[in-house]
């Protein structure tokens, strides 16, 4: 099976910076859409960012401006740069693959996850 790792968070101050790091353990990585999830406490998890093999990006609007995507798909990673992080960032924060077809969805299991808190 295909194991996700995401590292790379911990607590910031409102206007601080993380750089989120996933690394997944599959050979056709490069092929995948890769996105970033966020889950806050009582809500559900929510996409944030994407970026496809070619490296388009997309955003949600929340975080458009301030977050960045990047993989590196020699080393089957993906990676989110949070700039300008503000308290209602917080979440814990996943990777995994997406497919539109036949129906929009997540491709491996999640993995752990990253707890991100923004707090003063």
């Known amino acids: 099976q295909v194991q996700l790792v995401e590292s790379g968070g911990g607590l910031v101050q409102p206007g601080g910076s993380l750089r989120l790091s996933c690394a997944a353990s599959?050979?056709?990585?490069?092929?995948?859409?890769m996105g970033w999830y966020r889950q806050a406490r009582g809500k559900e998890r929510e996409l944030v960012a994407r970026?496809?093999?070619?490296?388009?990006?997309a955003y949600e609007n929340a975080v458009k401006g301030r977050f960045t995507i990047s993989r590196d798909n020699a080393r089957n990673s993906v990676f989110l740069q949070m700039d300008s992080l503000k308290p209602e960032d917080t979440a814990v924060y996943y990777c995994?693959?997406?497919?539109?077809?036949?129906?929009?969805?997540?491709?491996?299991?999640w993995g752990q996850g990253t707890q991100v808190t923004v707090s003063s």
């Open positions: 599959t050979s056709i990585f490069r092929f995948y859409v």
């Open positions: 970026i496809t093999g070619g490296g388009i990006t």
């Open positions: 995994n693959g997406f497919r539109n077809t036949p129906e929009p969805t997540t491709v491996w299991p």
